[in-house]
């Protein structure tokens, strides 16, 4: 009993090697004949070729499914405040020598931050900003210049902070942008670009009544500070009230204040 699965081919060429005393070997064409001619085989190794190169390709679709489903999941992990998780997770990712997504050193450095690692997650956040490339105002780049600059803020470096900030154009720049540069201003001694930041945050949301104070201090008139409330916010006597309040509570006016 044969053990191949092509018993005729299997029968044919031991036939011939026990022939008599002939020394004559079937020719390459003879053998291609048998499994079907020459063009045939042409095609089934064109087949097989194309096989590879798609199951190479196939391989990569696969890879990159996978990566996007992880991040996904690590994305979670750090919802769900599991940061730990999803450092380690994505630090197998980022290791790989594949194309990275910035979404990955994104998330990432969210996972860092969380863990009060803020040297680390500034890297991985200015790593994403430079993959990112495009304008600087865009929303991403916007966002994450603000992580980067938090990072520089935890770490108690404000001159790196102010200096992030500063390169996110002015019109660009949200409330909160605009109340950090005021604060930073405002502790290196440039007084009006504090003013001018803080307006800005008042004037953008009227409610962010934190602007207040600093702007009282800085020197801004009473009157002034209301007129920009009203501009914006319209005539809410509660909220004018309120701003007031605070005005004098910044210049040390308590009876008024009351």
């Given at each position: 009993v044969s053990l191949f699965p092509f018993p005729t081919i299997s029968s044919g060429v031991t036939g011939e090697a026990s022939g008599a005393g002939s020394s004559k070997q079937r020719s390459p064409v003879k053998r291609r004949r048998d499994f079907g001619g020459s063009g045939s085989t042409s095609s089934a190794q064109g087949v097989g070729v194309a096989g590879k190169g798609g199951g190479e390709s196939e391989s990569g679709a696969n890879a990159m499914d996978t990566k996007s489903q992880v991040l996904l999941q690590c994305q979670s992990l750090n919802a769900q405040g599991l940061h730990a998780s999803a450092v380690t997770l994505l630090s197998f990712l980022l290791a790989s020598p594949d194309p990275q997504d910035p979404q990955m050193f994104m998330a990432y450095g969210d996972?860092?931050?969380?863990?009060?690692?803020?040297?680390?997650?500034?890297?991985?956040?200015?790593?994403?900003?430079?993959?990112?490339?495009?304008?600087?105002?865009?929303?991403?780049?916007?966002?994450?210049?603000?992580?980067?600059?938090?990072?520089?803020?935890?770490?108690?470096?404000?001159?790196?902070?102010?200096y992030v900030l500063t390169a996110i154009p002015p019109a660009s720049r949200t409330p909160a942008v605009n109340m950090a540069l005021g604060g930073l201003h405002q502790r290196f001694g440039s007084h009006m670009d504090a003013i001018n930041c803080f307006r800005q945050a008042l004037s953008a949301s009227p409610l962010a009544i934190e602007a207040v104070e600093p702007l009282a201090q800085l020197g801004e008139k009473e009157q002034d500070i209301l007129n920009l409330v009203g501009k914006s916010a319209g005539n809410q006597r509660w909220l004018l009230s309120l701003v007031s309040a605070r005005v004098q509570q910044a210049v040390c006016d308590h009876k008024s204040a009351a």
């Open positions: 996972g860092l931050f969380s863990m009060h690692e803020w040297k680390r997650a500034e890297a991985a956040f200015r790593s994403a900003l430079e993959m990112l490339g495009g304008a600087p105002e865009a929303a991403e780049a916007i966002e994450l210049r603000w992580k980067m600059a938090e990072c520089h803020r935890c770490d108690d470096d404000p001159s790196l902070q102010l």
